[in-house]
């Protein structure tokens, strides 16, 4: 089971119509994106997604659910 934030995350990967970059994501769940400080801990949180297997990262850096 995924932490509630984690959970949020994956939803809004989910719901997307393709792949989304960390900026998008952080657009939907209310972080700052604008404050590149406020940005990097949601895109670490999205590769520990891709690490622990729940997300795929494209060589473009976009995100999209495993295949």
């Not at 769940?29 to 590149?36: E, F």
Request: hydrophobic letters at 40%; charged letters at 30%; glycine letters at 10%.
């Amino acid at each position: 089971m995924l932490p509630p934030d984690y959970q949020h995350i994956l939803s809004v990967v989910r719901q997307a119509a393709g792949p989304v970059m960390a900026r998008e994501v952080g657009e939907v769940v209310g972080v700052d994106v604008g404050v590149r400080s406020k940005l990097e801990p949601l895109r670490g949180k999205l590769v520990r997604l891709v690490d622990r297997g729940w997300l795929r990262k494209l060589p473009d850096g976009r995100f999209t659910t495993r295949l």
